[in-house]
């Protein structure tokens, strides 16, 4: 029975990665058909279907033409048999691997004309990762994947300013909306500013309002849709491809953005944000925080201690002031993190080093 029963669990495991593995294509040919023809569209030509449009080689010739804007050469514009369509397919890989030197592995020709899915979009995540994934990037070529990606980590965790959160893949980090929200205001401040509110459990929704405000105002293309990036099977390429645009993001006129507070307004100040002072044998370290012209936005106070996070109470002291405290009970440094807007505020971070024994100096916050 046991051996029954495991047989049974590998075969289920077995078919639940091969719905994963099927869903992630179908994400990858959608997100691929639609960068083609975002390019196609300059020539008033479009592809329905990825796996038999481009067997006969043209609109493959006519998308390079755009791209590389050189003339891959005279081929059949309307071929009518089988070895006009090979001949058009042979021009187009020998143009991409011969004249703009892009590396296609082992693909052959055959491969596209005779519509294998996984080959066709091999072939195309050659071509998109030189002409938009590398350039945007930053990177001189194409490379390999792991440069590319580790190109666009770099980009999106200095443009994303989320406290407490750090951009750690290219997949699953996303589904939730709130990282693509957070960098669309980040990109622009105040053109998502709802980003500060958005739960998880609202993840196409979040996805949906922020993929919007981009497209329409900061020129990002949904070659993405919101279902499937908070789909958990989106795949790298696709993610890849859609959050490339930002790194030429432009915000348009006109654009509805919301008043955002000042962080350089805000002071943080008390023995709690203090290097010197404070001991194990202290119930709390106290802080104020001071908001006073600084405007609207949210506060975000964060503590690391020797071992790790620490929680921070705060309390509304009165208008635009804030009194937090943490324990400080472990001997070592403590290091406070103050963000409004999610921009850190002058001073940050502050470092209070808690010593074992009692100060020779009382200090006169404690007295």
Same mark, same amino acid.
């Given at each position: 029975?046991?051996?029954? &029963? &495991?047989?049974?669990?590998?075969?289920?495991?077995y078919m639940q990665a091969m719905d994963t593995r099927e869903e992630a294509k179908r994400i990858q040919v959608q997100t691929f058909t639609r960068w083609c023809n975002a390019r196609l569209a300059t020539q008033l030509q479009k592809i329905d279907d990825l796996t038999?449009?481009?067997?006969?080689?043209?609109?493959?010739?006519?998308?390079?033409?755009?791209?590389?804007?050189?003339?891959?050469?005279?081929?059949?514009?309307?071929?009518?048999?089988?070895? *006009?369509?090979?001949?058009?397919?042979?021009?187009?890989?020998?143009?991409?691997? *011969?004249?703009?030197?892009?590396?296609?592995?082992?693909?052959?020709?055959?491969?596209?004309?005779?519509?294998?899915?996984?080959?066709t979009l091999e072939l195309l995540w050659s071509i998109i990762a030189r002409y938009q994934v590398a350039p945007d990037v930053g990177i001189s070529s194409e490379k390999d994947l792991s440069s590319l990606k580790d190109a666009l980590i770099k980009f999106l965790e200095?443009?994303?300013?989320?406290?407490?959160?750090?951009?750690?893949?290219?997949? %699953?980090?996303?589904?939730?909306?709130?990282?693509?929200?957070?960098?669309?205001?980040?990109?622009?401040?105040?053109?998502?500013?709802?980003?500060?509110?958005?739960?998880?459990?609202?993840?196409? *929704?979040?996805? %949906?309002?922020?993929?919007?405000?981009?497209?329409?105002?900061?020129?990002?293309?949904?070659?993405?849709?919101?279902?499937?990036?908070?789909?958990?099977?989106?795949?790298?390429?696709?993610?890849?491809?859609?959050?490339? *645009?930002?790194?030429?993001?432009?915000?348009?006129?006109?654009?509805?953005?919301?008043?955002?507070?000042?962080?350089?307004?805000?002071?943080?100040?008390?023995?709690?944000?203090?290097?010197?002072?404070?001991?194990?044998?202290?119930?709390?370290?106290?802080?104020?925080?001071?908001?006073?012209?600084?405007?609207?936005?949210?506060?975000?106070?964060?503590?690391?201690?020797?071992?790790?996070?620490?929680?921070?109470?705060?309390?509304?002291?009165?208008?635009?002031?804030?009194?937090?405290?943490?324990?400080?009970?472990?001997?070592?440094?403590? &290091?406070?993190?103050?963000?409004?807007?999610?921009?850190?505020?002058?001073?940050?971070?502050?470092?209070?080093?808690?010593?074992?024994?009692?100060?020779?100096?009382?200090?006169?916050?404690?007295?």
């Amino acid at each position: 029975l046991n051996s029954i &029963q &495991q047989t049974f669990c590998n075969f289920v495991s077995y078919m639940q990665a091969m719905d994963t593995r099927e869903e992630a294509k179908r994400i990858q040919v959608q997100t691929f058909t639609r960068w083609c023809n975002a390019r196609l569209a300059t020539q008033l030509q479009k592809i329905d279907d990825l796996t038999t449009d481009l067997r006969d080689g043209t609109k493959l010739l006519v998308l390079l033409e755009i791209l590389s804007k050189k003339s891959p050469g005279k081929f059949h514009k309307k071929p009518k048999n089988e070895a *006009q369509r090979a001949e058009n397919v042979d021009a187009a890989l020998q143009f991409i691997t *011969q004249k703009e030197k892009i590396n296609i592995a082992n693909i052959a020709s055959g491969d596209i004309a005779d519509g294998n899915v996984e080959r066709t979009l091999e072939l195309l995540w050659s071509i998109i990762a030189r002409y938009q994934v590398a350039p945007d990037v930053g990177i001189s070529s194409e490379k390999d994947l792991s440069s590319l990606k580790d190109a666009l980590i770099k980009f999106l965790e200095s443009a994303i300013q989320l406290p407490g959160r750090k951009v750690k893949n290219l997949t %699953t980090d996303w589904n939730d909306g709130i990282l693509v929200a957070t960098l669309v205001d980040s990109v622009a401040r105040g053109l998502c500013p709802e980003c500060d509110e958005m739960v998880p459990a609202n993840s196409l *929704q979040n996805a %949906t309002e922020a993929m919007k405000l981009a497209e329409d105002w900061l020129g990002v293309l949904q070659l993405l849709l919101p279902e499937d990036l908070v789909n958990p099977n989106v795949d790298e390429l696709s993610m890849m491809i859609y959050l490339s *645009q930002y790194t030429k993001a432009k915000l348009k006129k006109g654009a509805p953005l919301t008043p955002i507070g000042n962080a350089a307004n805000v002071t943080v100040s008390g023995p709690g944000v203090q290097s010197e002072g404070l001991n194990v044998s202290m119930p709390t370290a106290t802080f104020t925080i001071n908001l006073e012209g600084a405007g609207p936005g949210k506060l975000v106070i964060l503590c690391n201690g020797p071992n790790g996070p620490v929680k921070v109470a705060a309390a509304s002291s009165g208008a635009n002031m804030f009194t937090c405290s943490y324990v400080p009970a472990t001997e070592g440094t403590y &290091q406070v993190n103050v963000y409004f807007c999610r921009v850190p505020v002058p001073g940050c971070p502050f470092l209070a080093n808690v010593t074992s024994v009692l100060c020779t100096q009382p200090n006169p916050n404690y007295l």
